[in-house]
């Protein structure tokens, strides 16, 4: 069965620091994919990336980094030099394909909070 | 902004009653989906739809319903209402509804069962 797991549920650090998301997937499919969202405190919830289970070269937009390891089943997220507008709550997924639907299983998520 | 339209905001009821959340997607998707979100169960996928079919299903309760209906829009049934139904309930919108499609979610609509 699908599981993720966000083993860090709150996390605060003061601005300008970098800090790093973890998430850990379970899966038996050998294609699947993996997706960060946030909630913001005005509460829907935003896509921020998705990687497949084929890809696991690291990506990059702006202060935001992921690291998928397959070897590990991890994809971390990482915010360099954070903002308080990056406070949110965020959100693992993980979908496995096949029979043309999709069933996004989420961690729990992991409350961060920048302060000024 | 993600296109995802949802009605109501918010929505007081007591328990026994039942209730009927709505959902217009982005213009374009064909694929719709609802999931509840609370302190104790997280964000929790209940049902998916693509044009007007069931496609998935989850943790959806046997007093819960959907349907879509044929202009897209989706609406969510909650009927014999527990405490423990109040939670935000929100629609998700994506173009096709395949594994790596990704999901646009609406505000979301807050449920208190009082």
């Known amino acids: 069965a699908q599981k993720v797991t966000q083993a860090q549920t709150e996390i605060s650090v003061v601005e300008k620091e970098d800090v790093t998301l973890d998430c850990v997937y379970e899966t038996r499919d050998t294609t699947y994919y993996l997706f960060w969202y946030k909630q913001p405190p005005s509460g829907e919830l935003v896509f921020l990336i998705r990687r497949n289970s084929f890809d696991e070269q690291n990506e990059i937009s702006g202060r935001y980094s992921w690291n998928f390891q397959k070897s590990t089943s991890s994809f971390n997220f990482t915010i360099t030099a954070s903002q308080v507008v990056d406070s949110a709550v965020y959100f693992c997924a993980l979908s496995e394909a096949g029979q043309g639907a999709q069933k996004l299983v989420f961690g729990q998520g992991t409350r961060l909070t920048i302060n000024p | 902004d993600s296109g995802v339209t949802q009605t109501p905001k918010h929505l007081i009821t007591a328990t026994g009653q039942r209730v009927t959340l709505r959902c217009s997607p982005r213009s374009g998707d064909l694929s719709v989906y609802w999931y509840q979100q609370s302190l104790d169960q997280g964000l929790q996928f209940l049902i998916q739809y693509y044009n007007g079919e069931e496609r998935a299903k989850g943790n959806i309760l046997e007093r819960f319903s959907a349907q879509q209906f044929p202009d897209l829009h989706s609406e969510l049934n909650l009927s014999s209402l527990e405490l423990g139904d109040s939670a935000l309930y929100f629609c998700?919108?994506?173009?096709?509804?395949?594994?790596?499609?990704?999901?646009?979610f609406g505000p979301g609509t807050r449920l208190t069962v009082l």
């Open positions: 998700a919108s994506s173009e096709a509804g395949l594994a790596y499609n990704e999901q646009f």
